[in-house]
């Protein structure tokens, strides 16, 4: 599949697949809630990135809020030596106790707190820059998005960060963000269970790039789940965060499996996985998107790059799977 992205100005190019590091930060919690993903082995998760590399997989997204800086610092190790091979995104603006596992619900985007978060995340990755700083508090008053992009700005004259962007999916505040600032991507959920029209466009509009979390549904999309599974209160998907879709309180949400069964045999046909065949999708629906599916192991990496080798669904495919999930 050759895919490959522009960021921005500046040129970069990026493999058609990203990979998310939420889930190799370990455990950390949210408002006081469990938001990681279970145990994590860091010597696992470094093999899994080489792999990835090894494999063509350029483009890491990670943030200073995934196990309160701890992703940053495995990912850092993982690309030492090798960080001209590589793209690193990372995110700013939840205010965290790195010590403790805790990152908090009350944010700051002061020019200060920017600054410093910036400088925080250069240490822990190892590096002398960032390739795309983004965002990562979904909703900004005006003054803050001016404020912010003055910031954003300044750090890239001074060269600390080469692009920057935001991962919202309001589409009223990405496209103000679009207009005002050098933004180079919007990062956002998307998936063929939750499609997102709005931001999708907006990408399109300004020339953006796509960054896609959730491409898997939270793991629905991997197929591993039944209406009896039931995930543990230390798990992101079973410690009741509201905004948590896919599951509650550790259940797969009974429409979503309903969904998923509907169109699963579209998304494995040519002896795709349901994991390629979601990936499958996202690039089937717009020629911006580039997915960031999460990982702990060398074998799931190896999964996800597998579906690069099929491509995206094709346009009748596309149509068939929005006639069948529309609403009625």
């Given at each position: 599949?050759?895919?490959?992205?522009?960021?921005?100005?500046?040129?970069?190019?990026?493999?058609?697949?990203?990979?998310?590091?939420?889930?190799?930060g370990g455990h950390f919690t949210l408002g006081g809630l469990p938001d990681g993903w279970g145990e994590v082995d860091d010597r696992q998760s470094i093999e899994a990135i080489?792999a990835a590399i090894d494999m063509g997989i350029n483009f890491f997204d990670t943030a200073d809020a995934y196990g309160a800086g701890h992703s940053e610092t495995v990912l850092?190790?993982?690309?030492?030596?090798?960080?001209?091979?590589?793209?690193?995104?990372?995110?700013?603006?939840?205010?965290?106790?790195?010590?403790?596992?805790?990152?908090?619900?009350?944010?700051?985007?002061?020019?200060?707190?920017?600054?410093?978060?910036?400088?925080?995340?250069?240490?822990?990755?190892?590096?002398?820059?960032?390739?795309?700083?983004?965002?990562?508090?979904?909703?900004?008053?005006?003054?803050?998005?001016?404020?912010?992009?003055?910031?954003?700005?300044?750090?890239?004259?001074?060269?600390?960060?080469?692009?920057?962007?935001?991962?919202?999916?309001?589409?009223?505040?990405?496209?103000?963000?679009?207009?005002?600032?050098?933004?180079?991507?919007?990062?956002?959920?998307?998936?063929?269970?939750?499609?997102?029209?709005?931001?999708?466009?907006?990408?399109?509009?300004?020339?953006?790039?796509?960054?896609?979390?959730?491409?898997?549904a939270m793991g629905l999309l991997s197929g591993k789940f039944t209406q009896g599974s039931q995930l543990p209160a230390s798990d992101v998907r079973g410690s009741s965060h509201?905004?948590?879709?896919?599951?509650?309180?550790?259940?797969?949400?009974?429409?979503?499996?309903?969904?998923?069964?509907?169109?699963?045999?579209?998304?494995?046909?040519?002896?795709?996985?349901?994991?390629?065949?979601?990936?499958?999708?996202?690039?089937?629906?717009?020629?911006?998107?580039?997915?960031?599916?999460?990982?702990?192991?060398?074998?799931?990496?190896?999964?996800?790059?597998?579906?690069?080798?099929?491509?995206?669904?094709?346009?009748?495919?596309?149509?068939?799977?929005?006639?069948?999930?529309?609403?009625?």
């Amino acid at each position: 599949m050759n895919r490959k992205q522009t960021l921005g100005a500046s040129g970069i190019a990026i493999s058609p697949l990203g990979l998310g590091c939420w889930a190799i930060g370990g455990h950390f919690t949210l408002g006081g809630l469990p938001d990681g993903w279970g145990e994590v082995d860091d010597r696992q998760s470094i093999e899994a990135i080489h792999a990835a590399i090894d494999m063509g997989i350029n483009f890491f997204d990670t943030a200073d809020a995934y196990g309160a800086g701890h992703s940053e610092t495995v990912l850092g190790s993982a690309v030492k030596g090798r960080r001209s091979e590589v793209v690193i995104a990372t995110k700013f603006g939840f205010t965290n106790n790195e010590a403790a596992k805790e990152v908090y619900l009350r944010h700051d985007v002061s020019p200060a707190y920017v600054r410093r978060s910036c400088e925080r995340s250069l240490q822990r990755l190892g590096t002398d820059y960032i390739d795309l700083y983004q965002i990562h508090v979904g909703s900004l008053t005006a003054g803050e998005i001016d404020s912010v992009i003055d910031s954003l700005n300044r750090l890239r004259e001074e060269g600390f960060i080469r692009e920057y962007g935001w991962s919202t999916g309001d589409p009223l505040l990405a496209e103000h963000f679009a207009r005002q600032s050098q933004a180079a991507a919007f990062q956002h959920s998307l998936n063929v269970l939750r499609d997102d029209p709005e931001m999708l466009s907006i990408c399109e509009k300004h020339g953006l790039i796509s960054i896609n979390n959730s491409p898997l549904a939270m793991g629905l999309l991997s197929g591993k789940f039944t209406q009896g599974s039931q995930l543990p209160a230390s798990d992101v998907r079973g410690s009741s965060h509201e905004w948590v879709q896919y599951f509650k309180d550790g259940k797969p949400v009974t429409d979503y499996l309903e969904k998923l069964r509907a169109v699963k045999e579209i998304l494995t046909s040519e002896r795709r996985s349901l994991v390629q065949g979601a990936l499958a999708w996202i690039w089937g629906r717009s020629d911006a998107t580039i997915p960031i599916p999460g990982f702990k192991t060398k074998k799931q990496v190896q999964e996800l790059l597998g579906a690069t080798a099929f491509g995206p669904l094709t346009p009748s495919q596309m149509e068939e799977i929005e006639r069948i999930l529309q609403p009625v």
